[in-house]
């Protein structure tokens, strides 16, 4: 069973309930009979059944963690053997509802972040994710999706011994028609459209290179409710007419506008490992984040596959040296290309699989 606050079709989705959703169907797959508790939203049906997978949604935003607790609790979602507890900052604590294995999955730590919701909720958020989900899940094994992620658990305070580290795979690709690489200098951006992932730095960028780059332009691919916050920050620096927002698209139309980018940008204030810096590299496109973001120093091999900038004015620097630096550019997204094929959705499977099944992984033996 896996819980998480919301599946890949909630309006929020990312990269987060993506991993959900391929672990969940390959475990599904090989015969486990899998069910994902995550929160209504709109259109969605309160349960139903897809590739093989159950969905039950119940609660909201944050009530869904209360509803988990008492389906749980009550044996509403019958036999459960174990858990994957997806920890997106805030924790469902199902080890005090259950006796069936928990598994805790982290993407990153929130730290950063909770400030967006309000100094109280803030506080609250934190104190939980901080002090008392290291404290309630002292004895239970992790799965983290890098390194960064792994040592930001230790620093809670949780046994490095139990933590296993099983990276994003590559999400099949559709068939599409690839299209020619845009004759203009071109930025494009896929990511939900809220506050953390600062598209605001990738506007301003275009903007502060709009004399040197005079025709360059940025697609944003995603939705979110941050959107009218940016399209009015568009309008306000002059832009409209070379920033394009899509929306949020299907694979095809996803991979053929990676396609077509020079570069990709990634302003995001914290990834656990950046989805979308694989599936740009895929396309041969290399990458630009911040190196402070934690997991994108994975994801991005700097001066390798992409750029890891220090602050804003470095990440414009590093979009000026792309752009303008035709062999660099087409260097680092050969280089992107090759490295995305190392990361496959089976090979994460199995390292939650093993956490599933191998006791050694509770206590002070190695998960590694």
Known sequence: MFLN???????????????????????AATGHRVTTFTARYPGSRAEETVEG?????????????????????????????????????????????????????????????????????????????????????????????SQITAAELVELGVDASHIRVAYNGMPPVPEFVTPPKDEHPSLVALSRLVPHKQLEHALRTLHELRDEIPDATLTIMGSGWWHDELTAMTAELGLVDRVRFLGHVDDSVKFAELSRAWVHLLPSLKEGWGLSIVEAAHVGVPSIAYRSAGGVQES????????????????THCTRRLLQDHELRQSMGTKARLRSEQFTWEATTAVVESCLHDRATVGATSAR
């Not at 606050?5 to 475990?27: I, N």
């Not at 005090?96 to 919701?117: D, G, I, S, Y």
């Open 5 to 27: 606050w919301r599946d890949q079709w909630h309006p929020e989705g990312g990269g987060s309930e993506t991993y959900l959703r391929q672990v969940a169907e390959r475990l």
């Open 53 to 145: 997978v159950r969905y039950v949604r119940r609660g909201l935003h944050l009530s869904v963690y209360l509803w988990a607790a008492l389906y749980l609790a009550t044996g509403r979602l019958g036999r459960v053997d174990s858990v994957v507890e997806v920890q997106n900052g805030m924790p469902f604590l199902a080890r005090l509802f259950t006796r069936a294995r928990v598994v805790v999955l982290v993407h990153h730590v929130h730290r950063e972040q909770w400030p967006v919701v309000g100094k109280v909720l803030a506080r609250i958020g934190w104190f939980m994710e901080s002090r008392v989900a290291p404290l309630v899940n002292r004895r239970a094994p992790y799965v983290a999706v």
């Open 300 to 315: 991005i091999l700097d001066g390798v596959t992409g750029l890891l900038a220090q602050d804003e004015d470095d990440f």
